[in-house]
């Protein structure tokens, strides 16, 4: 059916500012409602063209719905199911097509879930996930649900100064796009009862990404009926895919911008080129159809649960006094554009736990250096100054059989018992019985460790020091060392005592 003249109804209702010379459509052909696919898309909360093959649409439920992105023809007839996986639907609300980032030719899906009725959400984000590849062509409906994931997300951060009341500090925003060349992402407060709806851009990347920039405020006011907070409430808003406009709807109504009359977008914002009643009774969606003049619009069911949902295509009738703009060039030389730090979506940490890793204290116990931060084992007590096999004392260091407990530090002869009951040589500790080599501390086990700093790796692994195990020839060898050390000491001091002896047996004689 044939929708009456933009610029008649303007002209009627007195909403339209035209700042451009011309307006791109004279007229929009309105096509019959559209019912999607039932009970799946009772509510279509997200709308926009598929990038990869604009025969298809991309939609989605809002709260209480699924994770899930659904790809349906224009006859509202689902043919693929992405969930995305490790999400919820906590309250998505718009959904928008557009490059992955600045000029980017990969495109993006992404993502409003900031809807918060209540104005109680502490969380709230954008998402971005890649579209994925689809068939040209007609595509051949499916029931599986493919997963999907994740491929950037922000959570958002409204500025300071927005008023004293929940609804203005942490608004309710329904309303998202992002710009078809630079990727810059915008989204506008819901309310407009007690005060203007807010136009912010997002920081994408950086230490503030999140952080949203409000850049101007527009009162929607409403002629449908007399309920403003209802009626003026945004909903939903896109970017033409070349740039230079943008349209914004509320539950009755829908307002479309010009860029090239304004290229400010602050400006633009303040200045609806076109203004007319939407067909739905409750609208939830707005977007650009391919040729980036017709609209798309979804309702969700109204009646809630009564009625039925709405789909409708405004097709432009062109205007040909209408003079595009030129087409955006990409930028030459192109940037080289980093990977944009995107916030987890988890749940926030508690702000006083201590964050693993950021601890330069190291006041947490759990706080450990990672295995490549510790000392390297070159930095340990070098080897070389510990009593290495090689080190240790060899016999002409040891302590001198004389300085063993030596005939000096012996009883005194006069005090000693009688040489007669002196024990006999041959009973005195045999040389073979005194501490057997064999059992003296091995020189691997010297010194001892628990007195000592052992020579290892932090893993105390000898396979892993930069220095080789001792062998066991190397072993054996210090053990044929020590029993020549034994022996060599037996036999002084038996020689010492035997001397005495034979000393002492004379002296008697010749007394």
């Known amino acids: 059916m044939k929708y009456r003249m933009i610029i008649t109804i303007a002209a009627f209702l007195g909403f339209v500012s035209v700042a451009h010379a011309e307006l791109p459509c004279n007229d929009y052909e309105i096509s019959e409602t559209v019912i999607p696919q039932q009970p799946t898309l009772n509510e279509i909360s997200g709308l926009a063209v598929s990038h990869a093959n604009p025969n298809y649409l991309w939609g989605h439920t809002d709260s209480g719905g699924k994770p899930e992105l659904y790809l349906f023809n224009r006859e509202g007839k ?26 980017s030719n990969n495109y993006c899906i992404y993502i409003a879930d900031t809807g918060d009725n209540l104005f109680k959400r502490t969380q709230k984000h954008i998402l971005s996930i890649e579209e994925p590849e689809l068939p040209s062509g007609d595509i051949e409906a499916s029931a599986d649900i493919i997963p999907i994931s994740l491929h950037q997300a922000w959570k958002i951060q409204y500025p300071e100064g927005l008023g004293d009341q929940p609804k203005f500090t942490n608004p309710d925003c329904e309303s998202l796009m992002v710009h078809p060349q630079t ?14 709806q807010n136009l912010f851009q997002m920081t994408r990347g950086g230490d503030n990404a999140g952080h949203l920039t409000s850049l101007a405020a527009y009162n929607f006011t409403s002629a449908v009926g007399k309920l403003k907070a209802l009626f003026n409430a945004t909903t939903s808003a896109d970017f033409s895919p070349d740039g230079s406009r943008f349209v914004v709807r509320t539950y009755a109504e829908i307002y479309e911008y010009d860029l090239v009359a304004y290229p400010n977008i602050s400006e633009a914002f303040l200045h609806p080129t076109v203004r007319f009643t939407a067909s739905e009774p409750q609208g939830e969606s707005v977007a650009y159809d391919t040729d980036g003049k017709s609209l798309i619009t979804a309702s969700e069911q109204f009646p809630y649960n009564i ?32 990977p944009e730090p995107g916030p987890n979506i988890e749940p926030e940490p508690d702000p006083n736990a201590i964050d693993p890793g950021s601890d330069p204290d190291m006041t947490n116990p759990g706080d450990n250096p990672d295995p490549g931060t510790e000392p390297d084992p070159g930095t340990e007590p070098d080897p070389g100054t510990k009593p290495d096999p090689g080190t240790e004392p060899d016999p002409g260091t040891e302590p001198d059989p004389g300085t063993d407990p030596n005939p000096g530090t012996e009883p005194d002869p006069g005090t ?93 004689d010749s007394v």
């Open 183 to 196: 990727a810059d992402i915008y989204i506008i407060s819901k309310q407009s009862d007690g005060g203007a």
């Open 307 to 338: 009625g039925k949902p709405m789909v409708h295509y405004y097709h432009c009738v062109e205007n040909p006094s209408y003079t595009a703009p030129a087409a955006q060039e990409r930028p030459d030389p192109f940037p080289v554009i980093e």
């Open 416 to 508: 000693e018992p009688n040489p007669g009951t002196e024990p006999d040589p041959g009973t005195e500790p045999d040389p073979g019985t005194e501490q057997d080599p064999g059992t003296e501390p091995d020189p691997g086990t010297e010194p001892d460790p628990g007195t000592e700093p052992e020579i290892s790796t932090p893993s105390d692994s000898a396979s892993n020091h930069p220095f080789k195990a001792k062998s066991i020839g190397d072993s054996c060898s210090a053990a044929i060392n020590n029993n020549r050390q034994s022996d060599i000491a037996a036999i002084v001091v038996f020689l010492v005592l035997a001397i005495y002896l034979r000393r002492r047996h004379k002296i008697q």
């Open 78 to 103: 689902i043919v693929r199911t992405y969930r995305v996986e490790g999400l919820t639907n906590d309250d998505w609300e718009d959904l928008a097509i557009a490059p992955c980032q600045f000029w």
